[in-house]
């Protein structure tokens, strides 16, 4: 129905940036909230950020003024600029779209598989 791809994951030392992108494919009908969750070894999935289709952003309190996030509706894509790095961002980070594919009745979530960020000290 919907993919979520992500990319821009990596090895960064504390204090630099990295910036994550998520595209949506497949029989996409429409795309409301868009958001980036993150899960650390041994720790349950948290929720970083999220946008709603009218750019409504909204932000953890731990990444709050580090991280922007921001989204392309004209290429179902969206990012996460994440700025001043710390060892504790380190997880795998997911991103989210509560959509209806073609053949969805309801909206649900969809979510892309992953991608590694690491920030070392």
């Known amino acids: 129905q919907v993919q979520l791809v992500e990319s821009g994951g990596g090895l960064v030392q504390a204090g630099g940036s990295l910036r994550l992108s998520c595209a949506a494919a497949?029989?996409?009908?429409?795309?409301?909230?868009m958001a980036w969750y993150r899960q650390a070894p041994g720790q349950e999935r948290e929720w970083v950020a999220h946008i709603t289709n009218d750019d409504t952003t909204n932000y953890a309190d731990s990444v709050k003024g580090r991280f922007t996030i921001s989204r392309d509706n004209a290429k179902n894509t969206v990012f996460l600029q994440m700025n001043s790095l710390k060892p504790e961002d380190t997880a795998v980070y997911y991103c989210?779209?509560?959509?209806?594919?073609?053949?969805?009745?309801?909206?649900?979530?969809?979510w892309g598989q992953g991608t590694q960020v690491t920030v070392s000290s």
């Open positions: 989210n779209a509560l959509a209806k594919g073609v053949d969805d009745y309801f909206q649900r979530h969809y």
């Open positions: 497949g029989r996409i009908r429409v795309i409301y909230n």
